[in-house]
């Protein structure tokens, strides 16, 4: 009842945002038994707090294209949750952001940065902008206009911000130099920063390694193991690229990639030049996922998600929606037996029902996603200390978090009275550090 209200008051105050009304649901909901157990959870309002964030800025972005044209986008950030540590989260570059996008991911990422056992607020941030056909130069000017005011709202105990679709090296790039020319500061504001200039290593291969340990512990409460599993991977961006890789250093066959254009079926499976192929085609050619098919041997199929193609396993890592009840029921009759999510919010709530229904492992991106943000973390925590870790340091730090997210879930699904559901598992878990430490700071 007091969840249904304030479901109500989200949708009539912030009309027409209706990823933010779907994610503020999701959680809610899930956060039942909760509830029913913290009285003072209530009394305090902190399902009315916790949907309304601390802050948001709207800003405009205008810069300058090659042809000397001026061109004016519109740049937000929002500070969405700060009770267990500085605002912590990507910037999202995309024609569809708009507030109800930025507000879902912000949302979101409160509870999964609580998962990760670090100390890191949820937020969110992004342009509607579009990188894609733009020049170098054209990136550079968008991301200094985008900076030159950002830069007031952010910094390394305040607002962390990092990246997220549209938003690679060469933009965190150019957002860091002008954030270091109009502060005269070098300090850990950004993270996925170079190797160069304070990154860590495992960054860019943190959200797909991630997302298959996770998968991973999941399987091994069946006895099974990524080994041998045949995997279907949409997307073929960051997450996707390295789901696939540490898929494939598993002893996986990974069958699947796709962008907005479409999808590539491999029957035997991606191998190790062929993912060469993809990286270079998408990070330095920024090309389209169909010129796979001139180069090994797939077939390209225009239009279509790749959920049709018989798996075991499952890793969405493109966009949010792209599992619906239609596919999830494709995933279940070619008897797929987990589905991890390397992006956010990517089964709708129908799809996500049909697979905890079906008893088949689902893992919420809140929690199996978790490992980018993590090793965002762990890039500040290097910061701080004036440290570099190597690889392998960085990786089983990874691989401790991805398990203990993996515990924690599973553990707050049992004592929550949903067993083996992850959903209610990691929202359980995540609300309630954040509840409690809201209420140990007062009304603020
Ligand atoms: P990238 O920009 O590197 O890749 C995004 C991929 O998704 C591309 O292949 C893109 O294809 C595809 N895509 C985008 N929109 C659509 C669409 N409408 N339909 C089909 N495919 C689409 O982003 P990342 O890999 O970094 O991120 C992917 C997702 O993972 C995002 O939702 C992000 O929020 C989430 N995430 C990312 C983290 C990270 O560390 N990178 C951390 C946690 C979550 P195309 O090139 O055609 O646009």
Redesign the pocket.
């Known amino acids: 009842m007091v969840i249904e209200e304030v479901i109500e008051r989200v949708i009539q105050r912030d009309p027409g945002q209706k990823e933010f009304h779907q994610a503020v649901r999701e959680v809610l909901e899930s956060v039942e038994p909760v509830i029913k157990k913290h009285p003072e959870y209530v009394k305090a309002k902190i399902l009315d707090r916790v949907v309304e964030p601390e802050r948001q800025i709207i800003f405009r972005v205008p810069w300058v294209d090659d042809n000397g044209d001026v061109q004016m986008n519109r740049g937000m950030r929002i500070e969405f949750n700060s009770a267990i540590g500085p605002y912590k989260c ?1 910037l ?1 570059f ?1 024609p569809s952001v708009y507030e109800g996008i930025i507000k879902f ?1 912000g949302f979101e990422q409160i509870f999964k940065n609580a998962l990760t056992g670090l100390p890191m607020g949820g937020g969110k941030g992004g342009s509607d902008f579009d990188p ?1 056909g733009k020049s170098d130069n054209e990136v550079m000017r968008f991301c200094q206009s985008f900076m030159t005011e950002l830069y007031r709202h952010i910094g390394p105990n305040t607002d962390v911000p ?5 938003v ?1 090296g060469r933009e965190i790039g150019y957002l860091y130099g002008q954030y270091k020319k109009i502060t005269n500061r070098f300090e850990s504001v950004l993270t996925g920063k170079g190797i160069n200039w304070g990154g860590s290593l495992v960054r860019p291969e ?2 797909g390694y991630g997302t298959v340990y996770f998968c991973e512990e999941m399987l091994k409460t069946k006895g099974e193991s990524m080994s041998g599993k045949t995997v279907t991977i ?7 690229q390295y789901a696939a890789e540490k898929a494939m250093q598993m002893g996986a066959k990974v069958v699947t990639l ?4 479409g999808t590539i079926h491999i029957p035997d499976g991606l191998t190790k030049e062929g993912w060469d192929f993809v990286m270079d085609l ?1 990070n330095v050619k920024r090309g ?2 169909n010129e796979c098919a001139e180069k090994f041997p797939c077939e390209y199929y225009p239009g279509e ?1 790749p959920w049709r193609f018989e798996c075991d396993v499952a890793l969405p ?4 929606n ?1 599992v619906d009840a239609d596919d999830a029921k494709k995933l279940l009759d070619n008897g797929c037996i987990a589905v991890a999510e ?3 919010m990517l089964s709708t709530p129908e799809a996500a029902d049909l697979f905890v229904q079906n008893g088949i492992l689902f893992g919420p ?1 809140k929690a199996a ?1 978790a490992g ?2 993590a090793t965002s973390g762990l890039e500040m925590c290097q910061n701080h200390v004036g440290m570099a870790w190597s690889f392998e340091e960085v990786d089983k730090h990874l691989h401790n978090i991805m398990v203990n997210i993996h515990k924690t879930s599973l553990a707050a699904s049992e004592k929550y009275g949903a067993p083996g559901n992850y959903i209610v598992g990691a929202n359980c878990a995540g609300f309630v550090k954040i509840a409690d430490s809201m209420l140990d700071l007062g009304v603020v």
């Open positions: 990507g999202r995309h991911l894609k990092a990246g997220d679709i549209g690679g943190a959200t949409s997307g073929s961006g960051n997450v996707a796709s962008d907005s254009g998408k389209r996922i998600r890592s493109a966009t949010q792209e390397g992006a956010n991106g996603n980018g943000v």
